[in-house]
């Protein structure tokens, strides 16, 4: 008997210190990561994990993405749940803004709410050092399915964010949220497909070709997927 109560203890022990799986994201986040699109018209977007940085004193890691007219960066935490927050972005035109508290931009998973603000105060820096004001962006759950790209078919959720035109100076062009340059000075909705344990599998014209990297790619079925957001 005391030896079947030591082998339980044993086991049990085992149990507590075996290694819990990677939680599943609508945005994987781990160096090494990468995607590639396509626009259909011949340009390519490619989207780089390039490695852990610091910003404002919180663990991040860096985005890089590559388009025809531009390059610009951007730097994402995940929490334990899965949800995923946007803490600074920059162009390599000049560009710079930092987010405190960092944006909320993709719920876990599991997550319930169909929609989510937050209200972060900007910083023409990457730093704390040039603070400029509060801004409210605000990020709904617009649809979900299968959506079908030259990568393959994924089991989506669509968000949609109206996100502010930034501009830090006056010589300097307009950016979004994310440090991309673009045309216009209106708030533009801007809806992505994201699959889970993917990423992001398609924004406009934009089609997801190929990706990899060190974090699972187990996608969630559709139907569990659906059932979290009626």
């Not at 109560?5 to 609508?26: E, F």
């Not at 603000?117 to 400029?132: G, K, M, V």
């Not at 340059?181 to 533009?188: H, L, N, S, T, W």
Request: net charge negative; with cysteine.
């Amino acid at each position: 008997m005391r030896h079947v109560m030591i082998l339980t203890l044993v086991l049990s022990l085992a149990a507590l210190a075996a290694p819990v799986s990677a939680q599943i994201a609508y945005q994987p986040l781990a160096p090494g990561c990468a995607w590639t699109y396509s626009d259909g018209a011949g340009h390519e977007r490619v989207v780089a994990a390039a490695g852990p940085a610091v910003i404002q004193g919180e663990d991040v890691l860096e985005l890089v993405w590559t388009e025809p007219d531009q390059v610009y960066h951007n730097f994402w935490s995940l929490d334990a749940e899965g949800a995923v927050r946007l803490h600074a972005a920059y162009n390599e035109d000049g560009f710079v803004a930092s987010y405190s508290p960092p944006i909320l931009a993709l719920p876990a998973v599991a997550a319930t709410q169909r929609c989510w603000s937050t209200a972060t105060r900007i910083y023409w820096s990457l730093d704390d050092s040039e603070p400029w004001g509060v801004e409210t962006i605000t990020y709904c759950i617009v649809g979900g399915g299968v959506t079908t790209v030259p990568a393959g078919d994924f089991e989506t959720v669509t968000v949609e964010a109206s996100l502010p035109p930034f501009a830090a100076d006056a010589g300097l062009a307009v950016h979004d949220a994310l440090g991309r340059r673009r045309d216009g000075g209106e708030r533009v909705p801007a809806a992505r497909s994201y699959a889970a344990g993917v990423g992001l599998v398609e924004e406009g014209a934009w089609e997801l070709t190929t990706y990899g990297g060190p974090t699972p790619t187990d996608a969630a079925r559709w139907g569990e997927v659906k059932a979290l957001y009626r």
